[in-house]
Structure formats: structure tokens, C-alpha cells
């Protein structure tokens, strides 16, 4: 059971635009920064956005994030079949002392 | 630009320990923060720890309290990530990475890997 809750699966067509949601709580999210990572089959993790919003260089713009009170959103516009992959949110939690991940979500680029 | 480069893949017997090494190449790993992350097969990212060498004391997941041990070899630009009392659900893929590197000390720096290790399979079975 992850701290942070994401929904397992989201899909959409080439080109389309999805969301990705990530639930926590007041000891989480509400008082820390989001990091959001893209996990590629047999690949390590990649760093996509960071402190909510910021994207690392050479991350495009195709992708973004936003978070409101105790959720965060990872936005993917121009769908690509090359975006499919695990996509994982990640912040503090300050009762557990500890980075917190969500279970991760498989996009599907149909 | 730092790179991580990690030692290979380990075979353990239940009730052992691994160590697992994550080599600076390119500089140094004083002003990074360093964390451990495993993914077990059909499971999520699950950070372990961290630590910051230019402060030397290592954060640890309350999970992994007391069966993990994170250190940095500043000489050799090496940390490594010590797993004791090993079991079968330590089977996993176990990477290093670093943040951009700082001079300030927060525990939310463990949050912003930029870099990672290309990863070590820690296969535990009798």
C-alpha cells in the first residue's frame, strides 16, 4: 500500500493529451515539493518534473505538473508512442521522515 | 557531469547481506545527495535512504531501519548501500543516484535524482 495514491493505468491515443493524478496527505504533499519520474522498460527512472512544476533541461514542455493542497497532476500533451512507460510521483513525508513514491502508472499510447 | 556507475549483479542466500557499491565517475560525490532506491519485480520505486557526504550522516526509511546501512568513501568517490538480514522480497533491482549538488543541507534534496546508477540485480534465493 504506497503513501501516495496514483490510479494504475491511463491510455489515450497518439497525439492526445493525458493526466496523471497523485493523491497524499497534509504530511506529504501538502507541505513538500512533487517530483514526478518516467520509468522506460529496462531503463533507470528519469527525472521529468521537480518542485511541482520545473522541468530538468532537456525534458519538454510536451510535459508538466501542477499541485493543489494534498494533489498533484502530471499533465503529457502531444501523446507519443515513445512516452509509454511507468510514471511515478514522489514527494517527502515528515511523519514517516522518508521520500514517498506513489505505486506508479502505466501509460498506454493506444 | 557526474556519472554513477554501480558494481554487478549479486546472488544471496536468505539471512546474508549485500553490499552494493555506486562509483562518482567524472568528479566527486561530496556535494551530492545520494540516494538508494529499489524496485522489486512487479512493484514500485522504494527509497531506502540517503546521504550527503559533505555532511556525512545517512537518512534511512523507517522500513529499512536497523537492516540498512548507507555510507560514502569520499577518497574513492564511492557509496555504497549495505542489506543485512536478507529475505526473498529483497529480490530487486537497487539503484544509486544523486540530486544537482548543493552546499545546503534538506532531506528534500533525496527527492530530485537527476542522475541514477545504471542499477544492480540483488537475486536472494536458497
Known amino acids: 500500500q504506497s503513501v501516495l495514491t496514483q490510479p494504475p493505468s491511463v491510455s489515450a491515443a497518439p497525439g492526445q493529451k493525458v493526466s496523471i493524478s497523485c493523491s497524499g496527505s497534509?504530511?506529504?504533499?501538502?507541505?513538500?515539493?512533487v517530483s514526478w519520474y518516467q520509468r522506460l522498460p529496462g531503463t533507470a527512472p528519469k527525472l521529468l518534473i521537480y518542485?511541482?512544476?520545473k522541468r530538468p533541461s532537456g525534458i519538454p514542455d510536451r510535459f508538466s505538473g501542477s499541485k493543489t493542497r494534498t494533489s498533484a497532476t502530471l499533465g503529457i500533451t502531444g501523446l507519443q508512442t515513445g512516452d509509454e512507460a511507468d510514471y511515478y510521483c514522489?514527494?517527502?513525508?515528515?511523519?514517516?521522515?522518508?521520500?514517498?513514491f506513489g505505486g506508479g502508472t502505466k501509460l498506454t499510447v493506444l | 557531469q557526474v556519472q554513477l556507475v554501480q558494481s554487478g549483479g549479486e546472488m544471496k542466500k536468505p539471512g546474508s547481506s549485500v553490499k552494493v557499491s555506486c562509483k562518482a565517475s567524472?568528479?566527486?560525490?561530496?556535494?551530492?545527495?545520494i540516494s538508494w532506491v529499489r524496485q522489486a519485480p512487479g512493484q514500485g520505486l522504494e527509497w531506502m535512504g540517503g546521504?550527503?557526504?559533505?555532511?556525512?550522516?545517512?537518512n534511512y526509511a523507517q522500513k529499512f531501519q536497523g537492516r540498512v546501512t548507507i555510507t560514502a568513501d569520499e577518497s574513492t568517490s564511492t557509496a555504497y548501500m549495505e542489506l543485512s538480514s536478507l529475505r526473498s522480497d529483497d529480490t530487486a533491482v537497487y539503484y544509486c543516484?544523486?540530486?544537482?549538488?548543493?552546499?545546503?543541507?534538506?532531506?528534500?534534496?533525496?527527492?530530485?535524482?537527476?542522475?541514477w546508477g545504471q542499477g544492480t540485480l540483488v537475486t536472494v534465493s536458497s
Open positions: 543516484a544523486r540530486d544537482v549538488g548543493s552546499s545546503s543541507y534538506s532531506v528534500v534534496r533525496f527527492l530530485d535524482c537527476v542522475s
Open positions: 567524472g568528479g566527486t560525490l561530496r556535494r551530492y545527495a
Open positions: 546521504i550527503i557526504p559533505m555532511f556525512g550522516t545517512a
Open positions: 497534509s504530511s506529504n504533499i501538502g507541505i513538500y515539493y
Open positions: 518542485d511541482n512544476d
Open positions: 514522489g514527494t517527502w513525508d515528515s511523519s514517516l521522515s522518508a521520500v514517498v
